[in-house]
């Protein structure tokens, strides 16, 4: 994946969606039924280990709601997901990241969007 990262600073906070981006996309009536567990996409429970151990902050966001936070905690953990923050409620809407440049007028927010389902393993940061 081709991209411009800022090779100086090398410490990211990491926002990253979880529904067809970690873990497979599920049918959403099914995902606070007890026992669901979504099916992680190869190499993504590597490649937020890899981000984690190089101490860059995990910041997980989605479109679920809040009330379903405890329901997505214990499919996390049962998951081996490791991360700082679960942002829930965000809507299933398009997401904006605003962020002014750095001083020197490098950039200081970067996208990636794989295609739904495809998973993380090729970002490279
Ligand atoms: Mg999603």
Request: with cysteine; net charge negative; hydrophobic share 35%.
């Amino acid at each position: 994946m081709e991209h411009n990262i800022d090779q100086a600073t090398k410490i990211y906070t990491i926002f990253c969606d979880l529904d067809g981006t970690i873990w497979e996309q599920g049918d959403p009536s099914e995902l606070a039924k007890p026992g669901y567990q979504p099916k992680m996409i190869h190499g993504s429970l590597d490649k937020i280990r890899e981000w984690d151990s190089k101490g860059y902050r995990i910041i997980l966001t989605t479109g679920r709601k809040e009330s379903l936070r405890e329901v997505t905690a214990k499919q996390l953990s049962y998951a081996g997901v490791v991360y700082d923050q679960l942002v829930m409620g965000i809507g299933g809407g398009s997401r904006v990241l605003i962020n002014d440049l750095r001083s020197n007028g490098d950039r200081s927010a970067f996208v990636f969007q794989p295609e739904r389902n495809q998973g993380i393993a090729e970002i490279d940061l």
